[in-house]
């Protein structure tokens, strides 16, 4: 035996079928509302009461958080009835759906995109809109998961640096790109001087005769965070690296030094020992083994 | 001068005048909503308009996206000083509502409903619809070599909808008609026998072609003439091209086809000279490209010699594995004398790209650290094709992602020399479930597991995170239990985090599992007896860099108890056994595939040791009970595999194994261990062998643990296994599906494999082989299934059956194990 709503999904009634579907969406039975609402659709296209059913048809997707396809309907409702009292309220769903399903920081932010761009959008043609303000505080909202994952993204290369020291190289570029990609990141203090860090990791690690151009980068970046923060909270831990890097100029030099100093002494001694063997024919071995 | 005069006003093109709408009307609708279609028409009251001007035009664009209509004339009714009134007039017709088909296959009709688009419920029932419709229909069907197509249509009243109709589509395909004979002119050096064979797809009918036997296909022998005229240019004939073809009709069945074609003369290679290398001299290129000059001329070749070779020792991998991303090379044909070709190789080095920015695109699932960490091609570095390959392999590996879909895109940037790498992805369902019975022991066993192979431990307590669980993180967890009511119960769980605190590639695991064997009966009973076994272990592995980053290292260390309470069978009775292990395995992988390598090999030497306690502690072995004798089990046990796999030709694919694995004592006293010894051949699935943790190697076309040691005693040999074992197999592999939903292939296998007691009668080259067919198919949710056949040929004295056919059924192994 069928039940009720079974027996008038069946049924060719659109006006009861109509009726029900508006009183289940108020009861909040929207999954079978939903049943009811998509099979109108397309037998009410054209029609007077087209535009309601396609406004509640849309909010149903939404209570029901089928985010991805009410935000089509939202933008839909918004481009067919642009003269409806609902079109602002539609297009700032529409947007407000994407907002929704922007996936956290560490995932694909294609979403995240599109939902500025929405939110935008809306701004864009409803600027006195009271919705405005919330929608720029989505953006806003949004930016900040953007720079977040830019932020973590770069840190990763120094997290792993630990493990492959050309890791530190990575993180130096890629927390530049970062900043360069959003100028105004909140992390910005905190990236200068993990460019510090990771430039002086990279050239703790490397052969001596590569030292001492790396250290002096690292340098370099100290000066330029120390130029933009000059009251930071990091400022000691910069300056212990800053000093640490001149520390490590001056080894590498002697490593250098010293390194020349023994070539130098096994060349002279080579020579010397090839002059003899040149000059006098009846050299003995155990002359130059002093 | 256009000009349009309504009602006394002179609408004049080039004085455009602004009107507010008075009113619209519509006349000519039955159907359709008045008040609707004028909105639709943004012809509303009270707007202003400019005319003549867009506005009109557009309310006439706006109506026809509607569908709805035959036709729309939109009249100026009257014009009222500032004011306009307009009328719609429209001629609406039954719309379509959908298509019903008759003498068609099913999948011939989504085909089919494919092409015919979104007609349905946009479509206006006209002559053009039934005209379109028709030809589609039958162009498709003439691709599929049905010539002789019959189309008529029969309408009918959608009763579900007002002025919608449903057209029935009856269609009398006919035969497919099949190809008679394949004709060649102009052909000289090549037979018409030759030739035939390079049409791939269209073939003559011939009395012993049991498949497909000489079915026309219009599509297919479009593409063949293209593969036609290639191949012909691969052997150096480079001026050879299909004049023109025929394919007319040679009775009601068949056709024929004449092919006109001009051969031309084969020519060779003549000087190849290089200019515009810098980096590279050109006598290194010249060994790089290979081709030297009197060799036969083929595009081909040198095409694949210049870029497309698959292992990358081509003339550009030489200069894109080196940051020369916009190198380029164009093989100029300078001057062609007799039979000769002279080619000068144009090269263009380009800068040196250094990689700027990578990304990944399309997780929706997995977080960015999981695939970024796992990418070689880094920030800073210089840009390398072999390390972007690799790394797409290596993202593969993760196991979440749709292998065939992972795509690199670098970005170059010639300004400034970077290149941006965005590596795109697309998540694919990677968790296992495995649901089986099974029969072991001679009882049912069912068997439920689950593998989650893309979880997060730290999302664990938020609620959020769970769709429908954590995941994200790359770990892999899972749960198994296996029960046959009260006999036999045994759960395991393990977990592991492929970069343990996700700073290094140090992989972390634990696993515990319990299990319990009785007669069923309640402890208290006096005839009760079971034994219990519970084991915990924890590993640690890491890749290494040298010898080079193929390899890893792994440690584990292993405990194990066996609980025993009035068990027969087994070497005690009544008591506890305990085995603590340590293992060290070191393995080079360099497969590149999970499933279906093509390539690559597997090598790994394993070596677990217990602790001597024998040295130590006060047993007197030579005495002592067999309960004291293995209260603490001491042994050490070495293996090692190695796998090896080779594109023969095509998609044949070629696979080597050896495996070999020694139990040794270290006090002759203790004796060799009781446990952790092999048991060869069968389908090397576990069974009730647990109890002495065997390990179980599979050898198809034996018995499941036949293959004993030459003298042994087969009853005890069966039940405890061997200490010794050797085995190997050479495989050939076919791929029939490879696709996300499933890889399914087809083998044919040679096996040689032997057990012994002694190491002194260890000999690698006396052997039991088999030979055999089998499929194999990997489910992503299923695991890898298969059945083999194998025919075993020698005997094993003392196990009548275990040689000879053997059918073997195989389910979810664990791939590349010992298996």
């Known amino acids: 035996c069928k039940s009720r709503f079974e027996k008038l999904r069946l049924s060719n009634d659109v006006a009861k079928k109509y009726q029900e579907g508006i009183r289940l969406y108020n009861k909040k039975d929207y999954s079978k509302a939903l049943i009811l609402f998509e099979g109108l659709v397309q037998k009410y296209r054209g029609t007077a009461e087209a535009e309601d059913l396609n406004y509640y048809y849309a909010y149903t997707l939404y209570r029901l958080k089928d985010y991805t396809t009410a935000r089509y309907k939202f933008k839909e409702f918004a481009d067919t009835y642009p003269a409806s009292k609902n079109a602002e309220e539609c297009r700032y769903m529409g947007a407000y759906c994407y907002y929704l399903d922007s996936p956290k920081s560490s995932l694909d932010q294609e979403n995240t995109y599109k939902a500025i761009d929405a939110l935008q959008l809306f701004i864009n043609l409803y600027p006195k809109s009271d919705r405005a303000t919330q929608a720029a505080q989505y953006i806003a909202n949004l930016r900040d998961k953007l720079e977040t994952k830019a932020f973590d993204n770069a840190k990763l290369y120094y997290n792993l640096g630990g493990y492959d020291v050309t890791n530190y190289k990575s993180a130096v570029v890629a927390l530049k790109n970062a900043q360069t990609e959003f100028p105004d990141i909140k992390y910005a203090e905190e990236m200068n001087l993990l460019i510090v860090k990771s430039q002086f990791m990279y050239a703790k690690n490397s052969y001596p005769h590569r030292q001492e151009d790396r250290f002096n980068e690292a340098i370099e970046y100290y000066n330029e965070f120390i130029e933009a923060y000059p009251d930071s909270k990091f400022a000691k831990e910069a300056k212990q690296l800053k000093e640490d890097s001149e520390a490590g100029i001056a080894n590498a030099k002697r490593i250098i030094a010293e390194e020349q100093a023994m070539i130098a002494k096994y060349k002279a001694l080579e020579e010397s020992d090839k002059k003899r063997k040149d000059t006098t024919n009846n050299n003995s071995d155990n002359k130059t083994q002093k | ?819």
């Open chain 2, 1 to 819: 001068t256009p000009s349009l005069k309504v009602n006394g006003l002179n609408l004049d093109y080039f004085t455009p005048k602004e009107y507010i709408i008075g009113g619209t009307t519509l006349t000519g609708a039955k159907y359709l909503d008045k008040d609707v279609i004028v909105v639709l028409s943004k012809l509303t009251q009270g707007e202003t308009i400019m005319l003549p001007g867009e506005g009109t035009a557009n309310a006439i664009k706006n109506l026809w996206a509607q569908g709805l209509f035959d036709d729309i004339k939109l009249n100026v009714s009257k014009i009222n000083g500032d004011t306009v009134y307009f009328d719609i007039e429209v001629v609406e017709l039954p719309r379509l509502s959908g298509f019903e088909f008759t003498g068609i296959s099913k999948s011939q009709k989504t085909d089919i409903l494919e092409k015919l688009g979104d007609r349905p419920g946009k479509s206006i029932i006209n002559d053009n619809l039934y005209n379109t419709t028709r030809s589609i229909i039958t162009k498709y069907l003439y691709e599929k070599g049905f010539f002789y197509t019959k189309i008529d249509y029969a309408s009918k009243p959608d009763p579900n909808q007002d002025n919608s109709v449903v057209l029935q589509v009856n269609i009398d395909k006919g035969r497919r008609v099949k190809v008679q004979k394949i004709e060649f002119t102009g052909n000289k050096e090549f037979s018409a026998a030759k030739l035939r064979k390079y049409l791939k797809k269209t073939k003559q009918r011939a009395f012993y072609k049991v498949f497909g036997s000489g079915k026309f296909n219009k599509e297919k022998y479009e593409e063949d003439k293209l593969a036609f005229v290639a191949k012909l240019h691969e052997k150096g004939y480079r001026d050879a091209a299909i004049i023109s073809d025929s394919v007319y009709k040679y009775n009601d069945k068949t056709v024929g086809i004449k092919i006109n074609m001009y051969e031309g003369p084969k020519y060779y290679f003549g000087k190849i000279t290089w200019v515009g290398n810098a980096k590279y001299n050109t006598e290194f290129l010249e060994k790089v490209f290979g081709i030297e000059k009197g060799e036969v001329f083929s595009e081909e070749k040198l095409e694949k010699k210049l870029r497309g070779s698959a292992n990358g020792d081509d003339v550009s991998s030489i200069y894109l594995n080196d940051g020369y991303l916009t190198f380029n090379v164009d093989p100029v044909q300078t001057k062609i004398y007799n039979d000769t070709v002279d080619v000068e190789m144009r090269i263009y080095e380009g800068p040196k790209y250094t990689i700027n920015k990578v990304s990944v695109l399309g997780n929706t699932i997995t977080n960015d650290r999981v695939v970024l960490r796992e990418i070689r091609t880094k920030p800073g570095d210089y840009f390398s094709k072999e390390l972007l390959i690799r790394s797409v392999r290596e993202i593969g590996q993760l196991g979440n992602f749709d292998e065939s879909k992972t795509n690199p895109v670098p970005k170059p940037n010639p300004a400034d020399g970077t290149v941006d790498i965005v590596y795109h992805v697309e998540e694919k369902p990677s968790d296992q479930i495995e649901l089986s019975g099974g029969f072991g022991g001679g009882r049912v066993i069912g068997t439920l597991g689950l593998t989650f192979n893309n979880f997060s431990l730290r999302n664990l307590f938020k609620g959020e995170a769970y769709r429908p669980l954590p995941k994200g993180d790359g770990q892999r967890l899972s749960l198994r239990g296996q029960t046959n009511g009260k006999f036999y119960q045994s759960y395991s769980f393990s977990f592991s985090e492929p970069w343990f605190g996700g700073k290094k590639p140090v992989s972390f695991g634990v696993s515990a599992f319990t299990s319990l064997q009785s007669n069923g009966l309640s402890k208290s009973n006096a005839n009760y007896y079971g034994i219990r076994l519970n084991g915990v272990s924890f590993s640690l592995g890491r890749r290494l860099k040298w010898p080079d980053n193929w390899f890893s290292l792994t440690h584990s260390i292993n405990l194990n108890q066996y609980i025993l309470n009035n068990y027969p069978g087994f070497l005690f009775s009544t008591g506890e056994s305990y085995n603590l292990n340590f293992t060290q395995e070191i393995s080079r992988d360099s497969r590149n595939h999970n499933i279906f390598p093509t390539g690559g090999s597997y090598l790994r030497f394993t070596v677990q040791a217990t602790p001597p306690y024998s040295l130590f502690n006060k047993v007197n072995y030579n005495t002592a009970s067999d309960k004291d004798r293995y209260r603490f089990t001491e042994y050490h046990k070495w293996k090692f595999e190695s796998q090896w796999f080779e594109t023969v030709v095509g998609k044949l694919v070629f696979k080597g194994q050896a495996q070999f694995g020694f139990l040794g004592s270290y006090n002759s006293a203790v004796g060799q261990s009781a446990f952790e010894r092999f048991k060869l051949g069968g389908d090397g699935m576990q069974g009730f062998d647990f109890l002495q943790g065997s390990e179980i190697i599979a050898m198809r076309g034996y018995s499941n643990n036949s293959v004993i040691p030459v003298g042994a005693n087969p009853n005890i040999a069966q039940s405890s296994g061997s200490p010794i074992f050797t085995k190997y197999v050479m495989e050939l592999r076919y791929p029939v599906i490879s696709s996300q939903q499933a890889t399914a292939f087809m083998t044919v296998f040679g096996e040689a494999g032997n057990t012994w007691d002694r190491f002194r009668d260890f000999n690698p080259f006396n052997v039991r082989r088999s030979v055999g067919v089998g499929a194999k198919i990997f489910l992503p949710i299923f695991g890898l299934l298969g059945i083999d056949y194998g025919y075993g040929f020698d005997n094993i004295p003392g196990v009548p059956d275990a040689n000879k056919g053997q059918f073997h059924f195989s389910i979810a192994q664990q791939m590349g194990g010992f298996n």
